[in-house]
């Protein structure tokens, strides 16, 4: 069993892992802002932890996530705030949740990004440029910390049921992968600690999570 710390633990994604990982039997807890959120999270399964990704200090965070196995980030603005918002959550955040994992001694740290053709063929607004900017950014900032680190990278969020068949690799076509589905290969990569220091690209396919995730561990490749 594992004790995952979410951050962005009330978002879209972080809700769907919590209740799965609480299904398989791991202790989730939860980051969340908003009062009204915790009874929530609490039925899904997981643990509470109240705390502000914007007012948090690094110290503190860290007493926060002390004892976790692995850190989650899924938190990011969603285009909500404009630029500031995006610098601060998806930027700042992310680098704060780096200091505090590496200062709580959490050995593992799980980031969810961006696929890098997410805005390709399209007019991109001045926000969605900052914001894949600064994504790129903070997988940088990640890459080169001390933290055995994986960053996941999907394709175009949607909310239709998972199908739990997805395709990873270094560089695969773009494409759409349920918002379950990668809460799923996010808790893959939890059971499989061996795939290490890898950048993975996300989308939906024909191989189940579980056998797609094994690959890079059998092989160093995907499958």
């Given amino acids: 069993m594992a004790r995952i710390f979410i951050i962005g633990g009330a978002g879209k994604i972080g809700r769907r892992l919590a209740e799965q990982a609480a299904a398989g039997g791991h202790q989730a807890l939860a980051l969340y802002r908003a009062p009204s959120q915790a009874e929530e999270l609490r039925a899904l399964g997981a643990e509470p932890v109240q705390g502000d990704l914007l007012q948090l200090q690094a110290g503190e965070l860290a007493a926060l996530m002390r004892g976790s196995d692995v850190v989650v980030f899924s938190a990011g603005a969603g285009g909500k705030g404009g630029t500031a918002m995006t610098d601060a959550i998806d930027g700042k955040g992310l680098e ?21 053709e997410a805005g390709r063929g399209k007019h991109l607004s001045d926000t969605f440029e900052n914001y894949m900017a600064v ?9 080169e910390s001390p933290l055995d680190w994986v960053i996941l990278r999907p394709g175009t969020l949607v909310d239709s049921t998972g199908s739990g068949r997805v395709r990873t690799g270094p560089a695969i076509p773009y494409g759409e992968v349920p918002r379950d589905d990668v809460a799923s290969t996010l808790l893959a990569l939890i059971d499989m600690p061996a795939v290490s220091r890898e950048i993975i690209e996300l989308t939906t396919g024909d191989e189940p999570v579980a056998d797609s995730i094994g690959r890079w561990i059998r092989s160093g490749k995907p499958g």
């Fill in 135 to 143: 994504k790129k950014r903070a997988d940088v900032h990640l890459a």
């Fill in 96 to 116: 704060l949740a780096v200091a505090a994992a590496t200062a709580a001694q959490v050995p593992r740290f799980l980031l969810v990004s961006a696929f890098p």
